[in-house]
């Protein structure tokens, strides 16, 4: 179906979301932080990007960001946030993406985020003067 980058520095969360999204038909490759998941990116663009917020080395944002800068493609790819972090839709309006969901989810949230950002194909809609929180 689709080629998936799952992001996250924990393998009790990553290992089984790439099971189930394979399981679906993804093909799904793991990143533990930021900069695997950029040096992932080169090898390849994925249909979508599934990414963390904290993370060692390099958070989601700062990997998000830094696929904005590079402007090698990586702009294009929709990214879906998957957090605990308090006030996650802050996080993902600064970066400009509509797709998130709040650790911890359900699988069907997830099957259902997965498809809608598939679907849509909506890159982020970064911008550096997007620095105020929505209402």
């Known amino acids: 179906m689709a080629d998936l980058l799952l992001v996250d520095d924990d393998?009790?969360?990553?290992?089984p979301l790439a099971e189930f999204l394979q399981a679906d038909g993804h093909r799904v490759r793991v990143a533990e932080n930021g900069m695997v998941g950029l040096r992932l990116l080169a090898e390849g663009l994925?249909?979508?990007?599934?990414?963390?917020?904290?993370m060692p080395v390099l958070g989601g944002p700062d990997m998000a960001n830094r696929m904005f800068l590079e402007d090698v493609g990586r702009e294009r790819v929709p990214i879906v946030f998957l957090s605990g972090v308090p006030d996650l839709h802050r996080i993902a309006h600064r970066i400009g993406t509509s797709y998130y969901l709040q650790k911890p989810f359900q699988i069907g949230a997830l099957r259902a985020v997965v498809a809608r950002a598939l679907a849509e194909r909506t890159a982020p809609a970064y911008s550096e003067l997007r620095r105020t929180d929505p209402p």
Request: aromatic content about 0%; proline content about 7%.
């Open 11 to 15: 393998a009790d969360i990553s290992e």
């Open 46 to 54: 994925p249909d979508l990007v599934l990414l963390d917020v904290e």
